[in-house]
């Protein structure tokens, strides 16, 4: 394949070829020899016949989140004749930054030769990426004539939003799951939190009698423990009308809480309200987390649906005495009739308001911008009787505003 230096050289040579002889200055013309020559030693420069060359990458994790470093390893096999003095660059889609590597690297294989590569990228954002593709190259001494092999490369990564650490969950729904887990249960069991001292009955385990209460007492005293159950959490994410940071945050806060609560051994759910209303029936476990992780990637730009839709859902294929979370920016304000009829319902609901900071800079738009905010305001009031309402400035962490909600 002809590069750009040598249609340039051509093109010049020509140029000054054609000019020296319409205007009779020989001289121009006796300029293009050198050129020429070059031209002629470049063609006597032998190319592959071919390059035949696989590639399979290796990604050392392919489900991170955004903001993580990812090695993209890439074992590179000839198959052709013989490569020496090639190139070999790595093309990244939007959302991928190269951190570690160079973007070209020289490479010389011999036939049936094999090598390694690495590159270090960051994650800058959530979605799906798709590395490649490959781009080997193989040019002369002057850089006037190239031979190009593109190879595709197989290997996705998912990058999950980024979540929080809320330390242990102190919101549980008010009724727990008959199975060991983290939250307490209020009633004594076996567990490792101290609830109170009874007295010593037969079968009662030794390691679990006071001494020290039993020498006060003069009687045999035994601590009793609080049983740990699990829970169901379901979180209800709202992006309708919503884009930008705002959507950005709310997907990270439903992550976060599905992490969390996750982690502690309980079990959840999750209906999004977008693009279509979408759900992921209650789970537990590492397989859950992807479940919910993949949905939220797969989310498309927040539209209006009818929010009975996710009451529909929720009646259908949840527990009704699961805690519902609604993380929501209250830009359409149906979702606050659906959380009324929900809570008539028997539901458990704490609304997690997702509040944003005006930018606007025309008079017009502060003035819309306004007035939807007293409209938000005067639905929190009335959601207020019906369910405890947090709000969060997306500005802050998400730990913040959950600090002060004890219990139900």
């Known amino acids: 394949m002809r590069s750009l230096p040598r249609s340039l050289l051509l093109s010049f040579a020509f140029v000054l070829l054609i000019g020296g002889i319409s205007i009779g200055r020989w001289e121009l013309v006796a300029s293009v020899v050198p050129l020429v020559a070059v031209i002629f030693l470049e063609t006597q420069y032998r190319f592959p016949a071919r390059m035949e060359?696989?590639?399979?990458?290796?990604?050392?994790?392919?489900?991170?989140?955004e903001g993580d470093l990812v090695d993209l390893r890439v074992r590179l096999v000839n198959r052709g004749p013989e490569l020496t003095g090639?190139?070999?660059?790595?093309?990244?889609?939007?959302?991928?930054?190269?951190?570690?590597g160079?973007?070209?690297?020289?490479?010389?294989?011999?036939?049936?030769?094999?090598?390694?590569?690495?590159w270090g990228?960051?994650?800058?954002?959530?979605?799906?990426?798709?590395?490649?593709p490959l781009r080997i190259r193989k040019r002369d001494a002057f850089h006037l004539h190239e031979r190009l092999c593109l190879i595709e490369l197989d290997g996705v990564i998912k990058a999950a939003p980024r979540v929080e650490r809320l330390g242990r969950m102190t919101v549980?729904?008010?009724?727990?799951?008959?199975?060991?887990?983290?939250?307490?249960?209020?009633?004594?069991?076996?567990?490792?939190d101290f609830y109170c001292l009874r007295d010593h009955h037969t079968g009662d385990?030794?390691?679990?009698?006071?001494?020290k209460a039993s020498a006060r007492w003069d009687r045999l005293m035994t601590n009793a423990m609080e049983e740990e159950r699990c829970g169901d959490l379901v979180v209800l994410l709202d992006l309708q009308m919503a884009t930008g940071r705002l959507r950005d945050r709310c997907l990270q806060a439903a992550a976060?809480?599905?992490?969390?609560?996750?982690?502690?051994?309980?079990?959840?759910?999750?209906?999004?309200?977008?693009?279509?209303?979408?759900?992921?029936?209650?789970?537990?476990g590492r397989r859950q987390l992807h479940r919910v992780e993949s949905r939220l990637l797969d989310i498309g730009v927040g539209q209006r649906r009818s929010p009975l839709l996710a009451e529909r859902a929720w009646r259908r294929y949840f527990p009704s005495q699961a805690l519902v979370v609604v993380v929501t920016p209250l830009l359409e304000p149906a979702v606050a009739i659906t959380v009324k009829r929900m809570v008539r319902q028997g539901a458990q609901v704490l609304l997690l308001y997702a509040r944003q900071k005006s930018t606007v800079e025309s008079r017009a738009q502060d003035l819309v911008e306004r007035m939807?905010?007293?409209?938000?305001?005067?639905?929190?009031?009335?959601?207020?009787?019906?369910?405890?309402?947090?709000?969060?400035?997306?500005?802050?962490?998400?730990?913040?505003?959950?600090?002060?909600?004890?219990?139900?």
Do not use: Q
């Not at 160079?102 to 690495?118: A, F, Q, V």
């Not at 938000?376 to 009031?381: A, G, K, M, P, V």
């Not at 009335?382 to 998400?398: H, K, N, Q, T, Y």
């Open 205 to 211: 385990p030794l390691r679990r009698i006071n001494w």
């Open 372 to 408: 939807g905010m007293v409209r938000r305001s005067d639905l929190l009031f009335e959601l207020a009787d019906f369910c405890r309402v947090v709000e969060w400035d997306i500005d802050s962490p998400l730990s913040h505003c959950l600090e002060g909600v004890r219990g139900w």
């Open 172 to 192: 549980r729904p008010r009724t727990l799951r008959p199975y060991p887990g983290n939250l307490r249960a209020g009633v004594v069991g076996r567990g490792t």
């Open 121 to 132: 990228v960051r994650v800058e954002v959530k979605g799906r990426f798709s590395p490649g």
């Open 86 to 100: 090639a190139e070999v660059s790595l093309e990244l889609p939007a959302g991928l930054t190269l951190v570690h």
């Open 53 to 65: 060359m696989d590639a399979h990458l290796d990604l050392v994790s392919e489900e991170v989140r």
């Open 102 to 118: 160079h973007p070209e690297l020289p490479i010389g294989l011999r036939t049936g030769g094999s090598l390694e590569l690495t």
């Open 256 to 284: 976060t809480l599905n992490w969390n609560w996750l982690r502690e051994r309980n079990r959840t759910g999750m209906i999004v309200l977008s693009d279509c209303v979408a759900w992921v029936p209650m789970g537990v």
